[in-house]
């Protein structure tokens, strides 16, 4: 049986391939409420996420080999995932899943398992994994790879989707075939990483617009990365989800559903500085006068790092962690300040102090009486009677 395909005990025909069963369907659905179960834990946003990427996804990923998964196939379990860990709602979708790791996608999980289990058989047999058919697991692979930016070239040859990486050739007798493991784990992971990256800058957004020359790199995603760590506001920073007072005040409600108030008309003041320009993202990180900035950290120049945070290999590791820390730490006090407006009671201007203190009054016993109210309707009938 030198065609059929060989893994955890069971042989896969890939001639005739197997009609799908809801098997795999049912594991996705218990994938999510393991998801969902693990976004209940008392810990933090991070810590909830390794729990969900190691409990959820490898349930949800085993056992698509004959039938790809369709795009829809994991989107609610990535959602369930995405609600457990940090998850920023301005951010970016593709930036936020290169930096939750490919550990939390099972689109990535489940071809995965299929390129290795298919590299193994090269391995073992010092052949061709099978027969370069159209169907069945073979299809799975392709659609994998292709998927993750990877140009087919032959057959059992796919080739990487920058020159900077390596090629992928399943056939021990070529030249590019990858003899170890971890190398070819290796390969696939950072193809994952650039498409998600390449997705983010062919969107029309700002920050993509801002950043349009940047390039991945291997080292300097590794790099930021690393200085991420388990803090949120790093996180949401380098995910695209800066926050600045000109922002909130242009995506305001009361403002933006003003009729004839176009945006230049909805320029706000900076608390800080009081000056006329706008305080942009880039203006309360950089530009700002009284923004408190150390004189030793110097603008970024690099128009990646200076929008995003991310580390810059023409810098020191100590000035890369310098510029994200301190990008966190101005998203982190334009939120809190933001929200101690919103706490304070705005009163209108001109009224008398005596008919402010009724007002409070009244607005209290309002409230008392709803909460009587809603009291009143959880007791049992009999109690009422």
């Not at 409230?367 to 109690?383: V, Y």
């Amino acid at each position: 049986m030198d065609s059929a395909f060989g893994l955890l005990g069971v042989e896969l025909a890939p001639e005739g391939g197997r009609p799908f069963t809801t098997k795999e369907v049912a594991r996705v659905q218990a994938a999510e409420l393991v998801a969902k179960r693990c976004a209940c834990l008392p810990l933090s946003s991070f810590q909830k996420l390794r729990y969900a990427s190691a409990k959820a996804v490898p349930k949800a990923a085993y056992g698509w080999f004959c039938c790809p998964p369709k795009p829809s196939t994991f989107k609610r379990l990535d959602a369930m995932i995405a609600r457990a860990g940090p998850n920023p709602s301005q951010g970016d979708a593709s930036l936020k899943q290169l930096f939750r790791g490919h550990s939390s996608s099972a689109a990535f999980a489940a071809g995965q398992q299929v390129v290795m289990a298919a590299w193994r058989r090269a391995v073992k047999s010092n052949k061709p994994p099978g027969i370069f058919r159209e169907e069945g697991w073979v299809m799975t692979l392709r659609a994998f790879l292709e998927a993750n930016s990877f140009t087919e070239s032959g057959p059992w040859r796919w080739a990487a989707p920058c020159a900077s990486s390596r090629v992928i050739d399943l056939d021990p007798s070529g030249s590019d075939f990858i003899r170890s493991k971890g190398e070819m784990g290796h390969v696939l992971r950072e193809a994952w990483r650039q498409t998600l990256f390449e997705k983010w800058r062919a969107r029309n957004l700002v920050t993509s617009r801002v950043c349009k020359s940047g390039q991945y790199s291997e080292a300097r995603c590794t790099a930021t990365r690393k200085l991420v760590g388990d803090h949120p506001h790093r996180f949401a920073v380098v995910c695209g989800a800066p926050v600045s007072f000109q922002r909130r005040a242009v995506m305001e409600p009361s403002r933006a559903k003003e009729k004839g108030c176009s945006k230049r008309a909805r320029m706000i003041q900076c608390p800080w500085c009081k000056g006329r320009e706008a305080p942009d993202w880039d203006h309360v990180c950089w530009r700002c006068p009284a923004n408190g900035r150390a004189p030793y950290l110097a603008p970024p120049t690099d128009p990646l790092q200076r929008r995003l945070g991310w580390a810059s290999m023409a810098r020191t590791p100590a000035y890369n962690r310098d510029v994200l820390d301190w990008m966190a730490e101005i998203r982190q006090r334009v939120i809190e300040e933001q929200r101690r407006k919103a706490r304070k009671p705005q009163m209108p201007k001109g009224e008398p102090v005596p008919q402010q203190e009724e007002r409070k009054r009244r607005q209290l016993n309002f409230s008392l009486a709803q909460q009587q109210e809603r009291k009143r309707r959880r007791l049992p009938i009999f109690l009422l009677s």
